[in-house]
């Protein structure tokens, strides 16, 4: 009898032992903060507790295994980049990375960018997997499931937020599903009798307007010039198109003899809209166009200080030019 008795309290004092064991576990932190690590797509609980283990964010893998399975775990570790700004406890942590509670980044896509720019931003960033360094436009196109082969003008200029270590074709499929959105929305009130035969039709001349846009109050005006000149059958007569078309060869001046020579973007020779966009308009230059001021002016020039002057004939234009650029 006394030896149960005593088995029976070894029993319940090792139980106790265990428990604060336990509890001591869960409750310590694990290691100092700040600190950050990540876990590879693909890995199994024990190969992520390894890659923790690695990284110095804990020291027992077979406890943090152990306390996984125990709570159902083992299966919902997220992988991505972490970031722990202060201590945790493993139960902390198991929460976090089964959560996917990831250290998150952002990146810009500016208003006014070619698809080349936005290409170099996003081969830039380093908390991106650059997967679409190696493809070509049309492979990158095709990737993201887009309509067509030529990207120019389709991605929408906002900024993004995402987990870092994120492949980079999640930011331009985000982008390009947004700008098709904004787009299609504002297609749908766009206003009556626009020389516009399509919404890539009004993206076109959208970019146009945010290349030639220097103050945003003048974007509704600048779009009814173009609206006006396309009613009329006019050249467009604007020089970011023609710096598009020059590509590589455009060294920072236009001469006159850019002006003269055909490409398919030379508005100066060539009637109508350009066959793509030529940079990435906002929405407020696809508004503009869709929406664009009630107005005859045909003409509009530089006046220096970021805004235009707006004529409405050539002889006034004229004296608008002497005026404020020579």
Do not use: C
Not at 182 to 195: C, D, E, G, V
Not at 305 to 310: A, L
Request: aromatic share 8%.
């Amino acid at each position: 009898m006394k030896f149960i008795k005593s088995l029976f309290l070894l029993i319940i004092l090792s139980i106790v032992v265990l428990f604060g064991a336990i509890s001591f576990y869960l409750s310590k932190p694990l290691s100092p903060a700040p600190i950050t690590f990540s876990l590879k797509a693909g890995s199994g609980l024990k190969s992520s507790v390894h890659q923790m283990q690695q990284a110095g964010v804990l020291n027992q893998e077979w406890a943090f295994v152990l306390l996984a399975r125990a709570l159902g775990k083992s299966a919902l570790i997220k992988p991505g980049n972490y970031q722990l700004t202060e201590p945790v406890n493993p139960l902390q942590l198991l929460d976090l990375i089964s959560n996917g509670r990831i250290e998150q980044t952002q990146i810009s896509i500016i208003e006014g960018w070619s698809f080349k720019q936005l290409r170099a931003a996003l081969n830039a960033d380093t908390a991106l997997l650059h997967d679409s360094m190696p493809l070509s436009d049309a492979e990158i196109m095709q990737r993201i499931g887009a309509v067509g082969t030529e990207p120019e003008g389709l991605f929408f200029p906002d900024t993004y937020r995402f987990a870092s270590g994120s492949s980079d074709f999640v930011i331009l499929k985000k982008a390009y599903q947004l700008l098709e959105s904004h787009l299609q929305q504002s297609w749908k009130t766009r206003a009556p009798n626009l020389p516009l035969a399509s919404p890539y039709q009004a993206l076109i001349l959208a970019s146009i307007v945010e290349k030639e846009t220097g103050q945003a109050s003048d974007r509704p005006m600048i779009a009814a010039v173009f609206i006006n000149r396309l009613n009329k059958k006019m050249l467009l007569q604007t020089d970011p198109t023609v710096i598009y078309g020059m590509g590589e060869h455009f060294d920072g001046n236009l001469r006159k003899r850019d002006l003269q020579t055909d490409t398919p973007y030379n508005t100066y020779t060539r009637l109508g809209l350009t066959p793509t966009p030529i940079a990435l308009p906002g929405l407020a230059s696809i508004e503009a166009v869709l929406h664009p001021a009630v107005s005859d002016a045909l003409y509009f020039v530089a006046k220096g200080d970021g805004s235009s002057y707006f004529s409405s004939t050539l002889l006034e234009h004229n004296n608008a030019v002497n005026h404020f650029q020579k």
